[in-house]
């Protein structure tokens, strides 16, 4: 007894004494975490309030009332935004007093308690949920907002290695059931609107984020000048959009004009820089809205030409097999019905593009033992056969050079048959969602199915569970959070791409950690072996050991352990003994 209490101290000590590198690493726990929910950092139009605000011909018919009432409400935006009447807030259907609908866009904020965090000035990450620019059930799919499980669990993961993580939602609306001949122009114009309306709204959560940290009282503790952006799924196309989107021509390209009218309507939405327009109520306080970095998890890009040099870094993920996302270059199309909408290019293209223009030169190096960039780089080279046909090309060629920042996501399953899942970071619980439908039903008189909403996001998301989400979010993690801190220049970003960032020549690396189901213990030399594993839990009681291990990388099964925190001691064939810890969820 008296031994393995001495054992438990030493570990104790252990732990607490090994250094962490904040940024790179969570360095505050859970309980330590601040998140403030719903703080309003605008108020706009809302066409799902008034869904005849999609059309240009409805607004110009009734431009006279629209400029009346939004007069009015710049008024009241500019003293007191409290005696906006409710008839604004009210849907058409209830309230046909104004045209103009509002909504009051809120966010969420994640970050370390100040009461525990020295840093006064943080880096921000700014996340863009997912959706398909529809409310969450009335778009088909369980989630949808910045309340969904992705979302808190991406957040709380920055917030817990110091960022300051920002979840801004989003004015929706646009019309993917449009049919006949002019079904194409009406699904592409009001999806790309949706698209420039989200720029708007993100745009002015991070003008008013650098006006508070610069000219306010800073209320979250952030660095005005360290802004990344991470969008999901349809939240990355709208940071691709924002990063690259920057010119008002680049908006009346060939594919974006019905008519001899660009579908973008500056008159109307307001201008690349969200000002101006009948149907938009920002107004410009003068900060910038630039970011850091552009992380995409499972968008693509409006088009090619839109990116140029000086653009934002870029870092992508994205499966080869996501149905409704091309990887390469193809059409996106409307989740439930099937139909065209646009053509749009995929990371295989853009970032090869982004590598040509220089802009990822920032982050690149060889991130020496880093298994998730060993990994990314073990698909450029190959081709990707068999890809769904909303891409153009099959097999989809991955080049062999100048992919710096790709991370390819290929889910397999038991059997390693290749699943076509573009999303298995994402989980939702049944129960929940069968609560959020009875809810929606009741508020909306719809008749949705949470059976069938369930059943089909189980087809392009097959094996959901939280479980294998978070081994998805580790590798997003820890691929994207060593590129986010060189090139913000935060922490030890001088490091990040020599072997002092992971390890020196007798370290070794624990991924993924946390595990559910295995966990590789790695040198960083391929020339030292590990002779040795030994798991020990918080307790101290040795749960694995193998004396004989005798190569550089051993995998190990966590399968029956309990959750919670264990330490390998790991013994190298030079002698070595080394201390790491790692969690079992």
């Known amino acids: 007894m008296k031994s393995k209490l001495l054992l438990s101290i030493a570990l104790a000590a252990g732990l607490n004494t090994m250094a962490q590198e904040r940024y790179l690493e969570e360095v505050f726990s859970e309980s330590e975490i601040t998140v403030m929910k719903d703080i309003t950092y ?240 920002y107004q410009d306080n003068g900060m910038s809205t630039e970011i850091s970095i552009c992380v995409n998890a499972g968008g693509a890009m409006g088009d090619i030409s839109w990116l140029e040099a000086g653009d934002a870094p870029m870092v992508s993920f994205h499966s080869p097999y996501d149905n409704f996302a091309p990887f390469d270059t193809g059409t996106v199309i409307v989740p439930t019905t099937g139909d065209d909408v646009v053509d749009v290019n995929g990371p295989n293209m853009f970032i090869a593009k982004a590598n040509a223009l220089g802009l990822n030169d920032v982050f690149e190096g060889e991130y020496p033992g880093d298994a998730y960039t060993a990994r990314a780089r073990s698909f450029y080279g190959r081709d990707m056969e068999d890809s769904p046909i909303i891409n153009v090309n099959d097999p989809i060629e991955i080049p062999a050079d100048g992919m710096e920042g790709l991370f390819p996501i290929v889910v397999t399953d038991g059997n390693g048959d290749i699943e076509p899942n573009g999303s298995p970071w994402e989980w939702w619980s049944k129960t929940d969602l069968d609560a959020y439908v009875t809810a929606v039903n009741a508020q909306t008189g719809g008749s949705y199915s949470s059976n069938d909403i369930h059943n089909n996001a189980l087809l392009t998301n097959p094996n959901m569970s939280e479980a294998q989400a978070n081994l998805y979010i580790d590798t997003i993690m820890g691929y994207a959070i060593p590129r986010m801190v060189k090139t913000m220049q935060i922490g030890n970003w001088q490091s990040v791409n020599m072997n002092e960032l992971y390890m020196d020549g007798n370290d070794v690396v624990v991924y993924p950690n946390p595990s559910t189901d295995f966990v590789t213990f790695s040198t960083n030399n391929p020339l030292t072996s590990i002779a040795s594993i030994e798991v020990i839990d918080i307790a101290g009681r040795m749960v694995f050991n193998n004396q004989t291990v005798n190569v550089s990388s051993e995998q190990v099964s966590v399968k029956n352990l309990n959750a919670g925190l264990y330490v390998g001691r790991i013994t190298l064939d030079n002698g070595t003994e080394l201390i790491k810890k790692f969690s079992v969820r």
């Open 42 to 281: 605008g108020i706009n139009v809302n066409p799902l309030f008034n869904t005849s605000l999609l059309d240009p011909a409805y607004v110009g018919a009734n431009a006279a009332q629209i400029t009346q009432e939004k007069d009015s409400l710049l008024a009241y935006l500019a003293t007191n935004p409290a005696n906006i009447p409710m008839s604004f807030f009210l849907p058409y259907a209830l309230d046909t007093n104004t045209i103009l609908k509002l909504t009051q866009v809120k966010m969420d904020v994640y970050m370390p308690d100040m009461g525990v965090d020295s840093e006064t000035e943080r880096p921000v990450v700014v996340y863009v949920h997912t959706g398909n620019f529809l409310p969450p059930v009335i778009n088909g799919s369980p989630g949808g907002s910045k309340e969904d499980s992705s979302a808190v669990e991406f957040c709380t993961r920055w917030a817990k290695r110091g960022f300051v993580a920002v979840a801004p939602n989003y004015r929706q609306g646009w019309n993917p059931v449009a049919a006949g001949a002019a079904g194409l122009p009406a699904r592409r114009s009001t999806l790309l609107n949706a698209v420039y309306r989200a720029i708007h709204d993100i745009q002015y959560a991070i003008k008013g984020l650098r006006l508070d940290a610069t000219m306010g009282s800073n209320t979250f503790g952030i660095d005005a000048d360290k802004i990344a952006m991470f969008g999901q799924g349809s939240g990355g196309y709208v940071a691709l959009a924002y990063n690259t989107l920057d010119k008002q021509e680049e908006a009346a390209l060939p594919k974006f004009v019905f008519g001899g009218n660009s579908v973008i309507q500056p008159s109307i939405v307001g201008d690349i820089n969200g000002d101006g327009g009948l149907l938009n109520l």
